[in-house]
Each structure stands twice: as structure tokens, then as C-alpha cells.
């Protein structure tokens, strides 16, 4: 989510929640289009595109998890390397668990998006409208910007927390052959949700929510700052004017590195938390909580542990929000001219 609200007049920009930072405070509109019904089609459309992207990202969050959860507290040498890189990871999967495999967990990395995007996108709209971030002279505080995206991120991140744990254990259900991590078994999402509820109740859909706390408030604070000052220095130097295609690719990508450098520790310790057994009393069989995953994690597999996956997480962070971002101005663009024929037409 940016810091930046754009008017438009005919075609759309790029979308609230991932428009570089700017010192100006504008409001996406539409032309003939109410605030109520705005922001209705603001929810929907950065729905439909952040899953859009998620489609064609989630086989990577797939091997990220699988990744992650490899030799999960042994250290380097004493545990067998069944995917040695992300390569060979995804060769793997497609072989062992089908070309379809690449898309485990895709219902609720879906859902999860549609909740983190409509929360986040609601969540900040309101603090851009009370003008709590706002300077006087109607720019928007950088660093207000920042601590606001991760807010509503974190946010957005736990409500959506139950579909986060469905996800992660459907990505990391695999044949025997290369299964790695607590296998859970689940035959499918629903039966996945219903289950943990049955058993551990609903708060049980909740467990681990703390970990990603962490986790989406650096991924969302990194992304906001990062991807804004790729963009910048991209047209500081002249390679690539602000607004185009190209700019947003080579931004997303670069800020996809210090994203996922960012973030990468937070994310294992989330996924190993979220993937992790239960006893009969209901508590992990392996970790109490975040810190006794650091320390354990730190103590059998050093720090390298806390970047099992790295390589994954960037490429799906990069790709992941170009495509939003793309997606979102095609969608815009095709419902503001519907828009503007419809109105044009009566």
C-alpha cells in the first residue's frame, strides 16, 4: 500500500496500496463514479488483480515453504538435501507430486490476498481521509506512510491469519519421497478449515497469527520504501520514465531484494510456527512461541537458517507485484471506459 492517492482522469494509475511515495496527496477517482460505489471498485478490482498475480506466483511460495522446512533444526550435513536449489526444487515437486503439485495451497493463498488487499486498502483509505499522516502543506509524512502501511498490514495479515495456516499446510503436504516439515494430511481447504476448528477449536484457526505479525509489518514497511526509491532512481538516471512498464518491473525487482533480505528470517520463523505439530494438550511440538523458534533455529542451524528459501521469496516478491500492479491498471482502465461509455451513452 502507497502513500499516494491519485486522481485520474480518463485512465487509472497505478493502484492506492503500491503507488510510489510522493509528496503530494491526490484521491483515486473515476470519472461518474460515487465514493461508496469507488470504493467498492477499488476493493474489487484489487482483489481480482492480486489474485491474478497470486496465480502466477504461488508456485514459488510452494517451494519457498518446502524450502523453509527443509532440515527444520538439524544443521547443514546432517540431514538429506532433497531440494538443493530452486531449480531442483520445483523439478522435484512437478515429478513427485504432479505439475499440479506447483499449485497446492492456491484456494486460500487466494482468499488471503483478497483479505490482506481489501483490509489494507480500507484500513488505509480511512487514514488518508482523517489526515492523521498529512502535513500542512498537504503532502503525506514518509515515515507516517510507512508506519501506517505496516499497521494495516499486520492488520490485514491476522484476520487473515486462519487462511495463511491452511495455505502453508497444503504447501507443504508432498509425497514421501521428498515430504519435509509436519505433514498434516489435509484433503483439501475446506476440510483443512473444518478440521482444525473441530479439533482445536475456532481459535485454533488462529494459531501461529502472532508469528506473522512481524513478518507482514517489515515486508509491507521494506516494500513501501524500497520500491519507491527504485523507482526514483531509475528516472534520477535516465533509464526509465516513472510512470512506464519498464520502470515498475526493474522497481519491483530491485526493491524485491531488500524485501525479501528483510523479511526472509520473519517468514521462516512464521511458516515453521504455522507448520508445526500439536501434542494432545494442544501446544506446538516443537516451539513455545517466536523466540524459542529464533533461538532453536539460531542454535542448530546458524544463521543461514533464517534465509532457507531467500531465493524463492525474491522471485516471488518481484513478479508477484508487477503483475498486481499491471493487472490493477488494466482493470482500472477497462472500468473507467465502461464507465465513461455508459454515462456517454444514456
Known amino acids: 500500500m502507497g502513500c499516494i492517492q491519485v486522481q485520474t482522469r480518463g485512465r487509472a494509475g497505478p493502484a492506492p496500496w503500491i503507488k510510489s511515495l510522493s509528496p503530494k496527496s491526490l484521491r483515486v477517482n473515476s470519472p461518474h463514479t460515487g465514493t461508496s460505489n469507488?470504493?467498492?471498485?477499488?476493493?474489487?478490482?484489487?482483489?481480482?488483480?492480486?489474485?491474478g498475480a497470486c496465480f502466477f506466483s504461488n508456485p514459488m511460495d510452494v517451494l519457498k515453504t518446502r524450502m523453509q522446512l527443509q532440515g527444520e533444526l538439524k544443521a547443514r550435513g546432517h540431514y538429506t538435501l532433497i531440494y538443493k536449489n530452486i531449480i531442483h526444487a520445483g523439478i522435484a515437486v512437478a515429478k513427485n507430486d504432479g505439475i499440479l503439485g506447483l499449485?497446492?495451497?492456491?484456494?486460500?493463498?487466494?482468499g488471503y490476498q483478497v483479505v490482506m488487499n481489501g483490509i489494507r486498502?480500507?484500513?488505509?483509505?480511512?487514514?488518508?481521509?482523517?489526515?492523521?499522516?498529512?502535513?500542512?502543506?498537504?503532502?503525506?509524512?514518509?515515515?507516517?506512510?510507512?508506519?501506517?502501511?505496516?499497521?494495516?498490514?499486520?492488520?490485514?495479515?491476522?484476520?487473515?491469519?486462519?487462511?495463511?495456516?491452511?495455505?502453508?499446510?497444503?504447501?507443504?503436504?508432498?509425497?514421501?519421497?521428498?515430504?519435509?516439515?509436519?505433514?498434516?494430511?489435509?484433503?483439501?481447504?475446506?476440510?483443512?478449515?473444518?478440521?482444525?476448528?473441530?479439533?482445536?477449536?475456532?481459535?485454533?484457526?488462529?494459531?501461529g497469527a502472532v508469528s506473522s505479525i512481524p513478518r507482514v509489518g517489515v515486508g509491507s514497511a521494506s516494500q513501501l520504501f524500497t520500491y519507491s526509491k527504485s523507482k526514483d532512481w531509475l528516472e534520477q538516471y535516465g533509464f526509465y520514465a516513472r510512470d512506464?512498464?519498464?520502470?515498475?518491473?526493474?522497481?519491483?525487482?530491485?526493491?524485491?531484494?531488500?524485501?525479501?533480505?528483510?523479511?526472509?528470517?520473519?517468514?521462516?520463523?512464521a511458516t515453521r510456527i504455522y507448520n508445526q505439530g500439536l501434542d494432545t494438550q494442544g501446544r506446538g511440538l516443537l516451539y513455545k512461541g517466536i523466540t524459542d523458534c529464533i533461538l532453536k533455529t539460531l542454535k542448530t542451524e546458524g544463521v543461514w537458517g533464517f534465509y532457507k528459501g531467500w531465493t524463492a521469496i525474491y522471485l516471488r516478491i518481484g513478479p508477484h507485484s508487477f503483475l498486481n500492479l499491471i493487472f490493477w491498471d488494466l482493470l482500472q482502465s477497462l472500468y473507467i471506459n465502461y464507465k465513461t461509455k455508459s454515462h456517454t451513452g444514456r
Do not use: N
Not at 139 to 163: D, E, H, K, Q, Y
Not at 245 to 264: D, E, K, P
Open 244 to 269: 512506464s512498464w519498464q520502470s515498475t518491473f526493474f522497481g519491483a525487482m530491485a526493491s524485491g531484494l531488500v524485501i525479501a533480505s528483510c523479511m526472509s528470517p520473519f517468514d521462516v520463523i
Open 38 to 51: 469507488r470504493c467498492i471498485m477499488e476493493f474489487a478490482i484489487g482483489a481480482v488483480a492480486a489474485c
Open 121 to 207: 486498502f480500507g484500513l488505509y483509505q480511512k487514514i488518508l481521509d482523517s489526515e492523521i499522516i498529512t502535513r500542512a502543506d498537504g503532502s503525506v509524512s514518509t515515515m507516517g506512510c510507512i508506519a501506517a502501511g505496516a499497521g494495516v498490514g499486520v492488520v490485514g495479515g491476522f484476520i487473515g491469519s486462519p487462511l495463511y495456516l491452511v495455505k502453508t499446510h497444503l504447501q507443504s503436504q508432498a509425497a514421501e519421497s521428498i515430504a519435509v516439515g509436519h505433514q498434516h494430511k489435509h484433503q483439501g481447504f475446506m476440510p483443512a478449515l473444518w478440521g482444525i476448528a473441530k479439533k482445536e477449536g475456532i481459535r485454533g484457526l488462529w494459531r
Open 103 to 110: 499449485q497446492k495451497g492456491l484456494v486460500p493463498a487466494l
